[in-house]
């Protein structure tokens, strides 16, 4: 944890080790003092000094060892160096047997001062934390991170090997400021309090002169840069001393840190500081590239507007110097930015099939030809056009080097596994996904690993592969939110949401659906896929308005994207919706309207929930997962169940049932125990009404309804609006109505899915008629 004196470190770690003690972790605390960095294990002294009053014997056996070890270190004979390396292992593993009475949290505060022998012994554990119950959360004065200190070493080796994770506290903004005063004072305070609250942090600053606060700037900046302070430091005081040239420098050069360590949102800042400082007249490849490197680091940070604008300003810039080649590297990233912007297919792939027209095929542009090609199966695989993706993504292979493990050619593996995986070709596509996740990851290459978390993860999501998309997209999450991949983490967030809600977690998808819509402001494919979830969520807790509002904007977006993934579900949620309101002409003009956006592409994988709401009947016969497949099943059934065909519909429903459950579809499943049911009760009836005519006395009505009341349940079991019910009834729609009204109130009941439920639930026989 990272941050100026004063920033609030110290507390928020009060916070944290609350917390923990609140879940039964043990809490240690450790700390290092000015002069420790020039003494030897000062800071586990302090630690085994906090342990003295251990836990259990394995714990006060751990800090003893500790003690004797740092304060009479021997063996190994005269070989220092050996006595070092071994001094380090068995201090780590006095550390590491710390955890040994249960998860532990060890909290050391004011690291910048820490020696370092204490960071060593601290790095060497770090790599042991998965295997122990151990939490070490550490804070330092990142004002203070002098170029002699033992910490700037420590922290530049761990902090790439993913061996540690960093968290950054800035200064509060105003709006920041104006949340935690409110806190304190139990109520939002006044505009007027929370502006000055804000302002006074700086009023000694703004009382000085600013041609004095420039002198003042110009002396640190000069002093910082000649002790070897760090870059991003001395370049914000060369910022505010107005010099130009040594702030660009050292702004680039820390940005450049900064992206390496998959800090991006402060490379962000850092770049944009050093563009504020270039020269006047800059030469326009230098901008341009400066540029293109904003543009990643904010598509990373999930500022996908600010991306746009940096690519289209660096390939004008790039097209106007004649720098063909650079320009059409820019175009590949630029187009993946505009489709998450809500930018239409046939706009990306003419962008990009110009670009690769203006390439000349020579082994010098294999890389950029490769990465247009790679995007434009993107472009087309989102779109649905397989057989086009395909023969891109191939092209786009055919130029990759021997490995296969650049950039363009681990976009193009995810990108054609997500194809082989909808195409029906599982095994070969999951394989290509999963080989595409671990490569990406092996070479640290961020944003291809990223993606391709975020394509397995939502691939098997939509063909109903839940197990494979919980494991996925946890991890995707996990890894985009350690390499600070914004985008792509809130992406999935909103597409795990939706899986929690298709298993029946229900409480635990609008969390996750929420936090993603509110996180993934910048995103506008987190947005509809939130939006979906959430929308699903209300239509299944009879929020009509509030599903019917989510969903209406889910689509429109969508519409604009032009991309059935975008608009196909919440078409269907919108149907459904439309069903369960008992508007079934509605739900019937949406279904076909889904049908038909899935059959201009051949698609299934969108299909199969329509099936069992309202275009049953009409599957075309493209490839489809094996999870989707479980809808054909639950149509015929319903079809045969309105044929009179009870014992077909009752055996594929059954079958229905039972794949949905294997699937762990909950809503459609659901829907089938009740279709399944329904056919039941008919064929139950039968029955009775045959026992009837053969003389044996019919049983009672079963209360509370009366004989009538259960008629009309029964066929709002299986669906049948007020108007159905009456024509099959010989009663006038208003006389349903009643009816209803009154099984509602007899069975204590909201809905007309409760009454479905209830009928659902009694056993095989019925009342007279």
């Not at 972790?25 to 003494?39: I, K, L, Q, T």
């Not at 004065?141 to 790439?160: F, G, I, K, M, V």
């Not at 000055?196 to 600013?210: N, Q, T, W």
Request: with cysteine; proline share 4%.
């Amino acid at each position: 944890m990272a941050g100026e004196a004063g920033i609030g470190k110290t507390r928020l770690l009060a916070a944290v080790a609350s917390a923990a003690r609140g879940r039964s972790f043990g809490v240690v605390r450790a700390a290092a003092f000015p002069g420790d960095s020039e003494a030897s294990g000062g800071l586990l002294l302090d630690l085994a000094s906090d342990l003295r009053a251990a836990r259990d014997e394995r714990a006060a056996e751990a800090t003893a060892a500790m003690s004797a070890q740092l304060r009479e270190p021997g063996g190994a004979g005269g070989d220092r160096h050996r006595r070092r390396r071994l001094l380090v292992q068995d201090l780590a593993d006095a550390f590491g047997d710390l955890g040994g009475a249960g998860p532990l949290l060890v909290v050391l505060e004011d690291l910048h001062w820490a020696d370092e022998l204490s960071l060593e012994v601290v790095g060497h554990l770090a790599a042991r934390l998965p295997t122990r119950p151990l939490l070490v959360a550490g804070a330092y004065r990142s004002d203070e991170l002098y170029p002699r200190l033992p910490l700037r070493r420590w922290r530049a080796r761990l902090l790439p090997q993913r061996l540690a994770e960093e968290i950054r506290l800035p200064r509060l903004d105003a709006a920041q400021t104006a949340a935690l005063a409110g806190v304190l004072l139990g109520h939002p305070p006044p505009a007027g309090v929370a502006a000055a609250v804000h302002d006074i942090r700086d009023a000694l600053y703004g009382d000085v002169p600013p041609g004095e606060r420039r002198r003042l700037h110009r002396l640190v900046a000069a002093a910082a840069a000649g002790r070897g302070y760090g870059d991003a430091f001395v370049s914000a005081q060369f910022d505010q001393a107005g010099l130009a040239e040594p702030a660009y420098r050292h702004a680039l050069a820390a940005a450049r840190e900064a992206s390496a360590l998959s800090a991006h949102r402060e490379a962000l800042e850092l770049y944009r500081r050093a563009e504020r400082n270039l020269a006047a007249d800059p030469d326009p490849r230098e901008h341009a590239a400066l540029l293109a490197a904003i543009g990643d680091e904010a598509a990373a940070s999930d500022d996908n507007t600010a991306a746009l604008a940096a690519y289209r300003q660096a390939h004008r810039l790039l097209a106007e110097a004649g720098a063909a080649l650079d320009a059409a590297a820019v175009v590949a990233r630029w187009s993946a930015v505009a489709h998450l912007l809500g930018e239409d297919l046939d706009t990306r792939a003419g962008r990009l099939e110009e670009a690769l027209g203006s390439v000349p095929e020579e082994e010098g542009t294999r890389a950029v030809r490769a990465e247009l090609l790679s995007g434009l199966a993107a472009a087309y695989m989102l779109d649905r056009q397989l057989d086009a993706s395909i023969g891109y993504g191939e092209r786009s292979l055919a130029l990759a080097p021997a490995d296969g493990d650049d950039p363009a050619s681990l976009n193009t593996a995810a990108t054609l596994g997500s194809v082989l995986v909808f195409a029906g070709r599982m095994d070969e596509g999951w394989a290509m996904l999963e080989s595409a996740v671990g490569r990406a990851a092996e070479h640290r290459l961020e944003a291809e690993a990223a993606r391709a978390y975020r394509m397995i993860g939502s691939c098997a999501s939509v063909l109903v592969e839940y197990d494979r998309a919980e494991r996925w997209l946890g991890e995707g999450v996990d890894y985009a939110e350690r390499v600070e991949m914004w985008n792509h983490r809130h992406y999935m967030a909103a597409h795990l949401a939706h899986v929690q809600w298709a298993v029946g977690r229900w409480e635990e998808a609008g969390r996750t659906a929420r936090q993603a819509l509110v996180d993934g402001r910048g995103g506008i494919t987190t947005r509809i896929t939130a939006e979906h979830a959430l929308g699903y969520l209300a239509m299944g807790r009879g929020d009509w308005e509030e599903a019917a509002e989510l969903l209406g904007d889910a689509l429109a977006q969508g519409e604009r994207m032009a991309e059935l993934q975008r608009l196909s579900p919440a078409l269907w949620g919108l149907a459904e919706t439309a069903l369960l309101r008992g508007d079934q002409a509605a739900a019937v003009e949406l279904c076909d309207r889904g049908h038909a956006a899935s059959a201009r592409v051949g698609d299934a994988a969108y299909l199969f929930p329509y099936l069992v709401t309202g275009v049953r009947a009409r599957l075309a016969a493209p490839a489809a997962g094996p999870g989707t497949l479980v809808a054909v099943d639950h149509g015929r059934g319903l079809v045969a169940l309105a044929e009179g065909d009870l014992a077909a519909a009752g055996a594929a429903l059954e079958r229905a049932a039972a794949g949905w459950r294997a699937r762990r579809r909950f809503w459609e499943g659901t829907w089938a125990l009740l279709d399944q049911a329904g056919a039941g009760t008919i064929v139950a009836e039968a029955d009775r009404l045959l026992a009837a005519a053969a003389g044996h006395r019919p049983a009672e009505p079963w209360a509370p309804l009366t004989a009538r009341e259960f008629e009309v349940a029964r066929l709002v079991a299986v669906g049948r609006t007020n108007r159905e019910i009456a024509a099959a009834l010989f009663l006038s729609p208003k006389t349903v109505a009643a009816h209803v009204e009154h099984i509602l109130t007899k069975l204590g009941a909201g809905r007309r899915a409760e009454i479905a439920a209830w009928v659902a639930a009694l056993p095989a026989s019925g009342p007279p008629f």
